[in-house]
């Protein structure tokens, strides 16, 4: 079974595909009073802060960002034949029709190694241009960085701010407790940089519809959260002008997500920041005519080597347990505790926890010490623990020789930046090991 993913942009948009007998979705764009009008407020929170907006070509992309992410909120991949791979059409138009034509196979090729979805779009011309703005003003914005409120968006904040940069910080959310995190964490670099620093926080969320599906909860997995992620920094960059570049702060070990055991292959390994994905992005980028270079200037640096290297120590020691680095902050509800903190267990908690360990610098407490969960050996808050000391045994038994098998297990890999991404991917795991050796040696 396949699914329809019909766009429409302003209450003249009547455009009706011929149906494939699959289920229909609808998102649509300046249509006041459409049930299926997509919930965000990007173009006006641009225009409010920078004075203006991006161009008609990232704006079509922007677009498309956000229908891929409500395509993967609102349909469930418990339907698709394998329980995973969903089969998605979009319908989608565009106001340079010949240049998206082009560039739809490389979208669709990045698509589906990001999301491991199978995408299909379908471009027809549209007249929805942007009205033009007022004069941008003076002293905006040199560069754009994303910022999650996690820690290495931190650290590259910081890093830029402290160069004498001014920086576009461009987040985004969809509720829960990030909100905070970013604010706390905006304020404290306003504090410290002052006009430097302009933050551009987004909310988008799909269309509030029911599911495709009878099952009420929205899909979970959430692959394409990094497409719309970039794509915003992109908007942002255009508006301010050509060349403007867009900054991605993270640690080399996490882009590459090497799956810790064989049955986290699939699912649990995500793309966010893979290497692969990178270069389709940039590829995409120059097919669209975006010129804007992307930056990953962490990509072959570990996250404790990010946090030791930092460019203003004394801010960092005093942002650093603002940050937020876990998976699920929110689940803290669960066990009557107020939302966010780190839950310690998780995989990026172990991977923060082993960074905090090599740089020194103190973090805040998390809410489980993963050294004592009881039982370990059964219990779901120790799997990913559980699954790190199975990788770490089989990396110290194999040498760092065979690591290069690990690296190429989640996509390829440039050979110019393979023996990089080798090294990185090396020293990031014993950065781990010393620290879980560190409580047996206690």
């Known amino acids: 079974m396949s699914w329809d993913v019909v766009v429409r942009i302003g209450n003249s ?3 009706a595909p011929i149906s494939q007998g699959g289920p229909v979705l609808g998102v649509s764009f300046d249509r006041p009073g459409d049930p ?3 919930r965000e407020s990007v173009l006006d929170k641009i225009a409010d802060v920078l004075g203006s907006v991006p161009g008609n070509t990232a704006c079509d992309l922007l677009r498309a960002a956000i229908v891929v992410y409500s395509a993967d909120l609102l349909i469930s991949r418990r339907y698709a034949a ?5 089969d998605i059409n979009v ?5 340079s029709l010949a240049v998206w034509q082009q560039a739809g ?6 698509l589906t190694f990001l999301s491991g979805d199978r995408w299909q779009f379908y471009f027809r011309e549209s007249s929805a241009e942007q009205e033009c703005y007022k004069k941008l003003p003076e002293n905006l914005p040199e560069v754009v960085s994303l910022f999650s409120g996690g820690l290495d968006s931190l650290i590259g904040a910081i890093d830029l701010l402290s160069e004498g940069k001014k920086v576009a910080l461009v987040s985004h959310h969809g509720g829960g407790s990030t909100p905070k995190f970013q604010n706390d964490l905006f304020k404290c670099l306003k504090d410290e940089y002052g006009e430097q620093v302009v933050p551009l926080q987004f909310y988008v969320l799909p269309p509030q519809v029911p599911r495709l599906d009878s099952d009420p909860d929205n899909e979970d997995t959430t ?3 990094s497409f719309l992620f970039f794509v915003l920094g992109i908007a942002v960059a255009d508006t301010l002008g050509t060349g403007i570049p867009l900054y991605v702060a993270e640690n080399g070990l996490i882009s590459l997500n090497v799956p810790l055991t064989p049955a986290r292959l699939g699912s649990c390994s995500t793309r966010t920041t893979h290497p692969y994905y990178i270069a389709l992005f940039r590829e995409l980028l120059q097919a669209l005519n975006l010129a804007h270079p992307l930056n990953l200037d962490y990509r072959f640096k570990t996250k404790g080597e990010m946090l030791r290297e930092s460019k203003n120590q004394d801010l960092l020691r005093r942002t650093l347990p603002l940050s937020m680095s876990c998976a699920h902050p929110d689940n803290r509800r669960l066990e009557n505790l107020p939302p966010g903190g780190h839950c310690g267990y998780c995989f990026p908690c172990i991977i923060r926890q082993a960074a905090v360990f090599e740089s020194g610098i103190p973090d805040a ?6 050294f004592h969960l009881p039982p370990l050996s059964r219990s779901d808050k120790g799997k990913d623990l559980r699954a790190m000391e199975i990788a770490l045994e089989r990396f110290s038994q194999r040498g760092e020789e ?3 098998f690990d690296v190429l297990s989640s996509g390829p890999i440039s050979p110019d930046e393979l023996s990089h991404y080798i090294g990185v991917y090396c020293r990031g795991m014993k950065e781990i090991a010393k620290f879980l050796r560190s409580n047996k040696d206690e």
């Open 91 to 95: 319908y989608l138009p565009v106001t």
């Open 402 to 404: 065979k690591a290069v």
């Open 365 to 370: 407490a998390y809410d489980n010490d993963i």
């Open 13 to 15: 948009d009547s455009f």
């Open 223 to 225: 692959r394409t959260r």
């Open 36 to 38: 299926f009008l997509a």
């Open 105 to 110: 196979p490389l979208l669709t090729k990045l």
């Open 82 to 86: 394998d329980g995973w791979t969903r």
